[in-house]
């Protein structure tokens, strides 16, 4: 089988480690990739918005999955550009139709939906300019601190956690009337605060059966003791200890059987990954968000837990036989650290070189913002690797994360000191 991969990132590198590993694998592609997926694979020049190049260079080089990354090109559409045309159709696009992926493209399209087949999530109102007021009211009728949500994809920049009334509401009207994050603010949603420990459930679907693959939890704040600003992900641990039996079965069925029977009932076809961003309150689950593609940096501690082959869920997805395929986990704990450049997520700067990968033992090194520089790896990117290890008992394998992130180097490197230790007390 030929694949190509779309997406530059430490998920799609995670994505690429593991198809490399496929007993079916023939010629893997990634577009545009970066230093690390080049050592599985062939990088191609291709941006993931270029529906046109990618359609040409899957024709011409016989490929049979198209693995999508991130998830622009899936709000975008290019499962519907394939699907319209007819010299495409033996290639499988491994993620969901337009329609589909408005389950992350627009926040009010999915609230409505988990509303209308009562699916457990925060109260919320949705809010354009002509209805600022009831904006307001809502927010009055809440308690501290106060959620807005840009309706659209904003680059993982368009949720505001506020503590001040006043601040809320100024801010609410700057995203909308001042377009405070463009097109994706026209429409905001505004939610009811929920107190708890999230988490992330990832399912692979074939639009009727489903597999659900390990579940992660990652850390968002820049700082130790998540404090700080948001950042794309500073880390990751699978599993997560206080995702028990009872709790598992909870998200089962009140969250994944009511999504899968939904998206049915409301003839959506959706075939892909559906990631739900959950929220644990007092042992309940929440659905903070969906999203309509793995996680990044949860795919770096996921796929090292996949046991199963990934070519043969792809062809569930493609033949929609998933239900005949096994999906195995590895038992181990997999914790993933993010190193990152200096400034992120403000600014910083590129092509520092990294010393030391070749001195990592033991551990994965999933590359994320890095490219080649003649024979030097150099950063490319805010996140710049995800150093993963595995143990049976959690503080080992984060023993031997960090033991290997202090081997490597780049100029005003920095990551984070305490991921997975808040888990222990929450077992």
Not at 65 to 79: C, D, K, Q, S, Y
Not at 198 to 222: C, H, M, N, W
Not at 287 to 298: A, H, Q
Not at 366 to 372: E, L, M, R
Request: glycine share 10%; charged share 25%.
């Amino acid at each position: 089988m030929n694949v190509l991969v779309l997406g530059s990132g430490g998920r799609e590198h995670a994505i690429s480690w593991k198809i490399a590993q496929s007993s079916q694998i023939d010629k893997l592609f990634i577009a545009p990739g970066n230093a690390g997926t080049a050592a599985l694979g062939t990088n191609i020049d291709l941006s993931v918005d270029d529906f046109e190049g990618i359609r040409d260079f899957a024709l011409e080089n016989k490929i049979d999955f198209i693995m999508v990354g991130p998830e622009g090109p899936l709000v975008n559409g290019i499962a519907d550009f394939f699907a319209a045309d007819s010299s495409l159709s033996h290639i499988t696009i491994i993620g969901p139709n337009k329609e589909a992926a408005q389950l992350e493209g627009s926040k009010d399209f999915s609230k409505a939906f988990m509303k209308k087949y009562n699916i457990p999530t925060a109260k919320y109102c949705t809010v354009t300019k002509d209805n600022l007021e009831e904006g307001y009211d809502f927010l009055d009728s809440q308690k501290a601190p106060y959620v807005l949500k840009a309706d659209g994809l904003a680059a993982g920049k368009g949720v505001l956690i506020l503590d001040d009334l006043n601040e809320a509401k100024a801010e609410l009207k700057s995203m909308i009337t001042d377009g405070k994050f463009g097109d994706a603010s026209a429409k905001v949603v505004i939610e009811q605060f929920l107190d708890g420990v999230e988490l992330s459930v990832f399912i692979v679907t074939d639009g009727q059966s489903f597999k659900i693959l390990p579940e992660a939890k990652d850390y968002k704040r820049i700082g130790e003791g998540d404090t700080g600003l948001n950042t794309g992900g500073m880390g990751a641990i699978s599993p997560v200890p206080f995702a028990k039996p009872g709790f598992m079965d909870k998200v089962l069925n009140q969250v994944i059987i009511p999504t899968i029977k939904g998206l049915k009932k409301e003839e959506i076809d959706y075939r892909g990954f559906i990631f739900f961003g959950l929220i644990n309150v007092k042992n309940d689950p929440y659905v903070i968000e969906y999203n309509c593609r793995l996680g990044d940096p949860e795919t770096e501690v996921v796929m090292p837990r996949l046991k199963s082959d990934i070519l043969e869920l792809f062809e569930g997805i493609g033949t929609q036989t998933l239900s005949e395929r096994d999906v195995e986990f590895d038992e181990r704990v997999a914790t993933g650290v993010m190193m990152v450049s200096g400034g992120y997520p403000g600014s910083y700067e590129k092509e520092k070189n990294i010393n030391g990968l070749n001195t990592v033992y033991e551990s994965l090194v999933f590359h994320a913002g890095t490219k080649k520089d003649g024979p030097n790896t150099v950063t490319a990117g805010g996140r710049v690797l995800c150093v993963t290890s595995l143990h049976r008992k959690q503080e080992k394998a984060l023993e031997k994360t960090y033991e290997n992130l202090e081997k490597i180097s780049f100029d005003k490197s920095y990551y984070r000191k305490d991921i997975g230790y808040d888990l222990a007390e929450v077992e």
